[in-house]
């Protein structure tokens, strides 16, 4: 159980040393970041900002690091939020309850994953190109959806998904946090993990095995649509309002970044959810840094975009390698 | 037919050429020796190092020993480029021009006439049109390349090869997509070349073209040099014996497989099962303990057979009974729960998950067959690759060591563990042994005599007639996608089974 624990820590810290690096580099420059105090029976902060920032990305990361990990890809995650996002606002606002809004809007994610999943594993389209087709086509439905306005409600319930708190922390932090610890425990107290990992690095062989490839590819591109919706509905609730030309706009893109930064190769294969999270909390924490730091706000994607180089040249094989030989070199005399 | 008289000196050479990789030996000391205007062809089956003597030779490999001499002089090309410019050309089997550029800017491409500096169209149309005009072509070398036939795009690729690079010129399997008059065509234009003085590679596993057009053969065989032959001189029951390595040594087979009792009930019993194109249909039963071993030459029809009963690709009807009741196989899934085990051919692409470890692999099957709800527990399978690593013998640190990093003979352990943790009743391997080092070699074997013994039913495909002949109880062979015979008891020598498959096929009897 050691062994499993220890390999579990080096997994992860490359992950956790960064989160580390970067919130200490905004603690540098913005001495107040660490400022945690508790009004109103929850706790305030930076450091919670960027949990509840980081909530749509970290659940987007779930789903795409399972897909990620078959060796796929889905771009329609944002497009997908849009779309249950609409979907949720419309039918609270004619007056649905919410547990129906609720189980209407995810069963609304599924069924884009669905759609995906079965363009991917039954008619072998590349993963890319198939998710691409709802990225484009799923703001449209969205905006049908919305019919083309920002659909505004009133409804505390459904609000306090997205503003309220539950055990002294926001919502949408509680939400993502449990959503990641469900998906490990189902990916890793079941086979569902390995034979994840199988198809990913080798479908053909796991075919061979006995693996259901097609049926677990279709699963994965299914859990990434749930996970969408999640997101979808806390980020509407957050706002009030289901706004599809703007919901989830290219948050696809930092979802796959997440997933890259955690350390899940785009080819497939071995993949860590908890990695995969923290990634995203990274990403939060750059995106809040850079806000936080009072940067001119047209500085913010550049700099972003030079931190996650910095963090992916570090992670590059190129680099390790070199690193190797370095350390070779020093143990020769 | 040979314009150059024998005693002159080689246009290429290797001497000694070897050639290690991670767990294998692929090629080992081997000479290889090609004449100025002879067609010479290099014969061997799959991983006997055929393609890595190429490989060496074009750049696209770094030898690890010996030489390579083109006209005397050692070289040592770093990559194909350079091998190209010595003059050592190749054309693969998948023509790797550029379809959709036209046939011209396929032939010319990278040093087309320029005028003012820009491309001439022009120029590079008239140019292509007096290369290809040399080869008897008369065609619109304006239009893309893939608007033509394989066989066209074939000998432009050869125009190209030859103009490039002039006095070698290898030919990796240019027939396999071709019919029997674009070979004809093609081989038209490999006389010619061989009359103006080029030495020609051919590789092929088609041995009547290897007779039609060859002047001498070089068969390889697990990564060494069998050896070299004139064409007109042998016959294809020797060339057969050469490719499959029989032993000369007579050695007789007293094991005792003779008296089967083919009385009982088959188990598993195949009835029509084919496909269209891939292998004709075919009756095949297999009895409770019994090891059915199947020979052919590549491309036979060998391994779609094996797919075909293991549900791993489309079969045309037929019907499968498993003591005698009906199964139903559209899927391996199925063909796995009827307790069916199938270790295919290709390790690496169908076989391993190589970034797995050792223990993963080994649980795969039994995982994926009892499903995702029910995880085989750590413990249970730590256990269970602890136990298969000792039995088997995998050598390997540790269970948790990536199955990729283990050699070729551990690898193909791992891959019978995994199925033996099914506890299949019908075990299906193909080439058990291919690619692995003889002491490994020698263990499949016993293992495989084992599982007999203990009552599980084999079907065996091999190359290698010795351990065919060794461990079958029943031999199928295999010929241009047909079962053409069946040896049993006494009747599996390797001679017979030799006779089997080099019996010319009908079609060619009629043909010439």
């Known amino acids: ?18 989160l580390a690096v970067v919130v200490a580099m905004i603690g540098i420059v913005f001495p107040g970041f660490f400022d945690i105090s508790i009004a109103n029976g929850r706790l305030y902060g930076s450091p919670v900002d960027i949990l509840n920032r980081g909530a749509p990305v970290a659940l987007l990361a779930i789903g795409m690091t399972l897909v990620i990990a078959t060796g796929g890809i889905d771009l329609s995650v944002g497009a997908v939020m849009a779309i249950c996002g609409a979907i949720a606002a419309t039918l609270i606002v004619e007056g649905y309850s919410l547990p129906a809004t609720l189980a209407l809007s995810l069963g609304a994610g599924l069924l884009c994953g669905l759609w995906n999943g079965i363009l991917v594993a039954v008619l072998g389209i590349q993963p890319i190109v198939a998710t691409l087709i709802l990225m484009v086509a799923g703001r449209g439905i969205a905006q049908l959806v919305t019919e083309g306005m920002i659909r505004t409600f009133s409804h505390d319930g459904f609000a306090s998904l997205g503003s309220g708190n539950l055990l002294w922390l926001p919502t949408p932090v509680v939400i993502w946090i449990c959503a990641g610890i469900l998906a490990t425990l189902i990916v890793r107290r079941t086979a569902l993990g390995m034979l994840i990992e199988a198809v990913g690095i080798n479908r053909r062989a796991s075919m061979l095995a006995g693996v259901n490839a ?5 699963t994965v591109y299914m859990v990434s649509g749930l996970c969408a919706a999640m997101a979808g509905i806390i980020v509407t609730a957050d706002i009030r309002g289901a706004d ?9 893109l930092d979802a796959i970044l997440a997933v890259v930064v955690g350390g899940t190769s785009l080819l ?3 993949f860590s959810l908890i990695a995969s999270l923290i990634g995203a909390m ?17 500085f913010n994607l550049v700099i972003k975009a030079c931190i996650v180089l910095a963090i992916l040249v570090l992670q590059s094989p190129a680099l390790q390698g070199a690193a190797i030989l370095f350390s070779r070199a020093k143990g020769q005399p | 037919m040979t314009v150059v008289s024998s005693q002159s000196q080689p246009l290429l050479a290797a001497v000694g050429l070897s050639k290690t990789f991670p767990g294998t030996r692929a090629l080992d000391g081997v000479d290889f020796e090609l004449r100025a205007g002879e067609v010479h062809a290099l014969l061997g089956e799959n991983g006997a190092g055929k393609s890595t003597l190429i490989k060496c030779l074009t750049g696209a490999y770094r030898r690890d020993g010996g030489d390579i001499l083109l006209d005397g002089a050692s070289i040592d090309p770093r990559d194909t480029q350079e091998a190209q410019r010595l003059g050592i050309g190749t054309v693969y089997q998948e023509v790797n021009l550029l379809p959709n550029l036209t046939v011209a800017e396929n032939l010319l491409l990278g040093r087309q006439p320029r005028s003012f500096g820009l491309v001439s169209r022009r120029e590079t149309n008239r140019t292509a049109r007096e290369m290809l005009s040399r080869y008897g072509l008369a065609i619109d070398v304006a239009r893309a390349l893939d608007s033509y036939s394989v066989a066209i795009q074939q000998i432009v690729a050869i125009a190209r090869a030859v103009s490039l690079s002039g006095k070698v010129l290898i030919l990796d399997e240019p027939t396999a997509s071709l019919d029997r008059d674009e070979v004809r065509m093609l081989f038209d234009v490999v006389s010619s070349l061989r009359a103006q ?12 073209q290897v007779f039609d057009i060859s002047d001498r053969i070089t068969v390889l065989r697990n990564g060494k040099l069998v050896g070299v032959r004139e064409a007109a001189t042998l016959d294809r029951t020797q060339l057969i014996n050469m490719m499959l390595g029989r032993e000369l040594s007579e050695e007789t087979r007293d094991r005792g497989r003779g008296g089967f009792d083919y009385a009982q009930a088959p188990r598993i019993a195949f009835a029509g099962t084919g496909r269209a194109g891939v292998i004709a249909p075919f009756d095949l039963s297999i009895h409770r303990g019994e090891v059915v071993g199947m020979a052919g030459l590549l491309g036979s029809g060998r391994t779609e057979t094996a797919e075909l009963m293991f549900a791993a690709a489309p079969r045309d009807g037929g019907t ?20 069916f085990g199938f270790s295919p051919e290709d390790r690496k692409t169908s076989g391993i998950i190589g970034d797995m470890s050792v223990r993963e692999n080994i649980v795969l099957a039994l995982q994926a067959r009892q499903g995702w709800m029910r995880p085989v527990r750590l413990s249970r399978q730590r256990e269970m690759a602890d136990d298969y690593i000792r039995r088997l013998g995998i050598r390997t640190p540790d269970a948790e060591k990536p199955i990729g990093q283990l050699s070729g003979g551990n690898q193909q352990k791992a891959l019978l563990a995994r199925w033996l943790a099914t506890n299949p009743e019908f075990l299906i391997l193909d080439e058990p042994t291919r690619g692995i080092d003889v002491g490994a070699h020698a263990e499949i074997i016993r293992m495989i005599e084992e599982l007999c013994a203990s009552g599980m039913s084999l079907l065996v495909i091999s190359s290698e007639l010795d351990e065919l002949v060794t461990y079958s109880h029943r031999v199928v062979v295999v010929r241009d996608r047909v079962h053409v015979a069946e040896l049993i008891g006494e009747e599996i020598t390797t001679d017979s089974i030799v006779a089997a498959i080099a019996k010319p096929s009908p079609v060619q009897e009629a043909g010439t």
């Open chain 1, 1 to 18: 159980m050691n062994g499993t624990l220890a390999r579990f820590a080096r997994r992860i810290a490359p992950q956790l040393i960064t």
């Open chain 1, 214 to 218: 097609r049926l677990l590819l279709v």
């Open chain 1, 244 to 252: 599809a030309n703007n919901a989830g706009l290219f948050l696809e």
């Open chain 1, 268 to 270: 497939g294969g071995h």
């Open chain 1, 282 to 298: 990274i990403i939060q924490a750059i995106n809040t840094g850079i806000l936080v730091a009072g940067f001119p706000p047209e």
């Open chain 2, 197 to 208: 003085g080029l030495g020609i590679v051919f590789i092929s596993h088609f041995l009547d």
């Open chain 2, 320 to 339: 499968v009974t498993k003591d005698g009741t009906p199964l139903k196989l559209a899927s391996p899934r199925d063909a796995i729960a009827a307790g």
